[in-house]
């Protein structure tokens, strides 16, 4: 049976990544006899709301909804469109609209690349973030009040629901009783922000009870990253709600060498409504349109997306490809990220020809 994929690689270097993202998926489908549709959609980019106002059609949900994944790029153009417009208008909109309340990072230092931290190898950074994804400090409650006047007053709401807050950390917990390491840090600032997260802590609490193989720890936030720098070996499972999450999981990459390698799900567990996958990163405008943006993540991402499709086999390949090019360490394919010459298409393509090898 095929699996729809519903592709947007939205702006910069996500056009650019995706192409590769697809080409490793066609190698992996070829090798392991997969049917994968792919259906191409433009909207999602800061050139579609220049041409229409709106970063997607009214009708996005109905022409999404029933595809069993989206593989997504990266949105964003500061210079086109003010950033919350296209991030609320696209990105925020799926992970709401489809109830994608995990969005699961894994941070891992691969083979071939060298960590900032010193004397770190592969083995010592594999962690995952689980990051939530549907309300937190992303919430869109809140206000302005005497706008442009010298009495200007903003405010932004931050939203902790017991159904939210309970749903990620049991799929956080979860995650953790699966590894061997069997360790779960809880991202907090209890200290300073005084009713939502002493009510996150109390609900990490309340779950720890249900899995006593689990080591519990908390941190809050401004330590947590200085132990992300010196101590990233400590982690294993590291929850945190959206906006840490977000922090954790661009900081955690950045402690593997490069933010380029870094995959990440937006998953709707019950399965009701399609997960989406994209990389970590975003559309770096700054690198745009050069073709030297590492394809990394994106690929690595399409190989989430096969291991939520049942396909763990065919998404095991792809990162062995992906492993087995970045210890190969050869320069003319590398990206220069990774401290190589190569071009995103170079990169790419060695990983897929190592995916049907
Ligand atoms: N591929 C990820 C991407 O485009 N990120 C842009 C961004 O600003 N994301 C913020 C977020 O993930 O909440």
């Known amino acids: 049976m095929a699996h729809t994929i519903a592709v947007i690689a939205g702006d910069g270097i996500g056009t650019e990544v995706m192409p590769e993202g697809i080409r490793a998926l066609e190698a992996a489908a070829k090798r392991f006899a997969l049917d994968l549709e792919f259906t191409i959609f433009e909207f999602g980019s800061c050139d579609y709301y220049l041409e229409h106002g709106q970063m997607m059609p009214d009708d996005w949900f109905e022409q999404l909804k029933d595809f069993d994944a989206l593989f997504y790029g990266a949105v964003g153009w500061p210079e086109k469109v003010p950033d919350h417009i296209s991030l609320w208008g696209s990105l925020i909109q799926f992970r709401r609209r489809f109830d994608q309340y995990v969005n699961l990072r894994p941070c891992k230092l691969m083979p071939g690349i060298e960590s900032p931290l010193a004397g770190r190898k592969p083995g010592d950074i594999d962690f995952y973030v689980v990051r939530e994804n549907t309300e937190g400090e992303?919430?869109?409650?809140?206000?302005?009040?005497?706008?442009?006047?010298?009495?200007?007053?903003?405010?932004?709401?931050?939203?902790?629901?017991r159904t939210g807050v309970d749903r990620v950390l049991k799929y956080a917990f979860d995650l953790a009783q699966s590894r061997p390491r069997q360790k779960l840090t809880s991202a907090t600032k209890s200290n300073g922000i005084s009713i939502t997260m002493p009510y996150w802590d109390e609900r990490v609490a309340e779950m720890a009870k249900a899995y006593p193989d689990v080591a519990v720890d908390k941190f809050h936030i401004d330590i947590l990253t200085a132990n992300f720098v010196l101590h990233p070996d400590w982690f294993d499972v590291v929850v945190g709600s959206n906006l840490f999450g977000d922090i954790l999981s661009d900081?955690?990459?950045?402690?593997?060498?490069?933010?380029?390698?870094?995959?990440?799900?937006?998953?709707?567990?019950?399965?009701?409504?399609?997960?989406?996958?994209?990389?970590?990163?975003?559309?770096?405008?700054?690198?745009a349109g050069k073709g030297i943006a590492n394809p990394i993540g994106q690929i690595w991402s399409g190989a989430m997306m096969l291991e939520h499709l049942g396909h763990a086999d065919a998404a095991q390949a792809i990162v062995d490809a992906i492993e087995a090019v970045l210890a190969e360490g050869d320069m003319k394919v590398l990206t220069r990220d990774v401290g190589g010459q190569g071009t995103t298409e170079s990169l790419g393509r060695a990983i897929a020809a190592k995916i049907k090898s």
């Open 138 to 161: 992303y919430s869109s409650i809140g206000g302005k009040m005497f706008e442009g006047t010298e009495r200007e007053v903003v405010i932004q709401e931050t939203v902790m629901s």
């Open 251 to 287: 900081l955690g990459p950045a402690c593997t060498g490069t933010i380029g390698v870094a995959p990440s799900a937006n998953i709707n567990p019950e399965g009701n409504f399609p997960s989406l996958f994209e990389p970590v990163h975003g559309s770096a405008p700054d690198i």
